[in-house]
């Protein structure tokens, strides 16, 4: 049982490079999403995704896209890498229940350093 | 929007101290409230839940009840050991808005010293 997998773990970029982080889940969660670490700062939710083939804006998402074409996978493009998104970043899938139960698991993250 | 606000930390403790971490939110409706733990190195765990008024979450010896009279939900633990050193964070759980997705505090810092 893997739950929710992501890489790489770590990574250091140029300013204007592309990359991709990738994220998996084995759960057959519905929804899956995307977070952003900065100290001080919580988690910041960057794009989600409701189901295969629907995603849509979080609070952070400039900078990123994102693509949903199997319930398994969700990866996070940066498209020209700044260095203001040097994070940590977190993916998580979820279920979503009535009455409020609602079930979440993330991943163990990836930390992006832009140069 | 939904919002929490959680104290600041970071907060340092004795070994068998008592704890308490405060965490107030603002949404509309009634949200469901999480409480996570990070690990240095890790990701976040969940540590208790609870979706409705009044409800009582616990696990591990720490306990927060959802009061929706004073829009809180206070983390609690009788006596801390120093295993319990972690960064804290209150979330919830909204029921418009981006589709249920987390709302996050800015975490609290615990260090329990032997």
């Known amino acids: 049982n893997a739950g929710v997998t992501q890489t790489p773990k770590f990574q250091v970029l140029k300013t204007g490079q592309s990359m991709t982080l990738q994220c998996a889940q084995d759960m057959n969660h519905e929804y899956m999403s995307w977070y952003r670490q900065d100290p001080g700062m919580g988690l910041r939710l960057i794009h989600y995704s409701v189901g295969a083939g629907i995603t849509d804006q979080g609070e952070v998402p400039n900078g990123y896209n994102v693509s949903r074409s199997t319930t398994e996978d969700f990866p996070l493009r940066l498209l020209s890498a700044a260095p203001s998104q040097t994070s940590v970043y977190f993916c998580?899938?979820?279920?979503?229940?009535?009455?409020?139960?609602?079930?979440?698991?993330f991943g163990s993250g990836t930390r992006l350093t832009v140069v | 929007g939904d919002s929490v606000t959680q104290m600041e930390g970071p907060v340092t403790l004795s070994e068998e101290a008592f704890l308490t971490i405060n965490c107030t939110y603002t949404a509309t409706g009634y949200p469901s409230l999480f409480w996570y733990v990070q690990y240095p190195g890790e990701g976040l765990q969940l540590l208790l839940k609870?979706?409705?008024?009044?409800d009582k979450g616990s696990n591990k010896g720490f306990e927060a009840t959802y009061r929706k009279e004073t829009t809180s939900f206070h983390l609690e633990k009788g006596s801390v050991q120093v295993s319990d050193s972690a960064v804290y964070f209150c979330a919830l759980a909204g029921v418009s808005g981006s589709a249920r997705q987390l709302t996050f505090g800015s975490g609290t810092q615990l260090t329990v010293l032997p």
């Open positions: 609870a979706t409705k008024a009044d």
């Open positions: 998580a899938s979820s279920y979503h229940r009535t009455g409020g139960n609602y079930g979440y698991t």
